[in-house]
């Protein structure tokens, strides 16, 4: 990432929620692999509620960034808070109250929708394992489905699988990494609709996008150059 993201988007397509409460407040954070600086004093406040879109082309440092706000990477130097606990120091907690649905789909291809869902449960080790799942099946209409293996799933079926199995643990932030990849129009706009009543029940979401009309759904962009 060469520079800061820059606030973009001065009339946001939706209101932001009033809620000045921060979701995300790092400041700062840099990341080099080897010679390289991939992240570059990367500023971020999300607020509760809020749908804060992400973009910037192949090789920016999205993934990277996100990786940073939950706990999976450790940033060179920097500093800030996810959910309230410490970027650097608390990352075991912000790991147990974040959901992140990776860039490429990363559950079981040989295990069935059912059994990778019970297998996500049983890593966060969630009481109460079978409600959770049978809840999460059918809030995102994945009932009829539940059998199939997750491998035969079209892209849009395998990204609302992902995205239920990040929803499991009852997160408090979502981290989407351009969650929408490979996903028809239909599935999109569902995935969209599902997203919006996420946060208006007050989960905080970023997302990073490709994709301009998606970047219209957000109440806040960055980019990165
Ligand atoms: N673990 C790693 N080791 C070495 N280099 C890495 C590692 N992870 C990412 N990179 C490099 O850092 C740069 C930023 O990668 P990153 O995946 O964060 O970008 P991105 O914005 O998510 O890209 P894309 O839009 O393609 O997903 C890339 O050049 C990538 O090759
Ligand atoms: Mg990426």
Redesign the pocket.
């Known amino acids: 990432m060469n520079a800061a993201p820059e606030a973009i988007a001065p009339e946001p397509a939706r209101a932001a929620p009033a809620s000045a409460e921060l979701t995300i407040d790092v400041r700062g954070l840099n990341k080099h692999?080897g010679p390289?600086h991939?992240v570059k004093d990367f500023s971020l406040q999300v607020r509760r509620g809020e749908i804060y879109g992400f973009l910037?082309p192949?090789?920016?440092?999205?993934?990277?960034s996100i990786r940073m706000l939950c706990g999976l990477l450790t940033p060179d130097s920097g500093s800030g808070t996810c959910l309230g606990h410490d970027v650097i120091r608390e990352t075991a907690a912000i790991k147990r109250e974040v959901g992140y649905m990776t860039?490429r789909f990363s559950l079981w291809e040989d295990l069935t929708i059912r059994e990778n869902l019970n297998f996500v449960a049983r890593m966060y080790d969630m009481r109460h394992r079978r409600a959770a799942v049978d809840a999460a099946l059918e809030r995102l209409g994945l009932q009829s489905r539940a059998d199939q293996l997750s491998g035969a799933l079209s892209g849009g079926w395998k990204q609302r699988l992902s995205l239920a199995a990040c929803l499991l643990h009852e997160p408090r932030l979502l981290l989407l990494d351009?969650p929408t990849a490979g996903v028809d129009p239909k599935a999109r706009r569902d995935f969209w609709e599902e997203i919006h009543g996420l946060a208006a029940s007050g989960l905080s979401v970023l997302v990073s996008t490709h994709y301009m009309d998606e970047a219209e759904r957000c109440h806040r962009l960055a980019y990165i150059a």
């Open positions: 692999f390289r991939v910037g192949n090789g920016s440092g999205k993934t990277t860039q351009e």
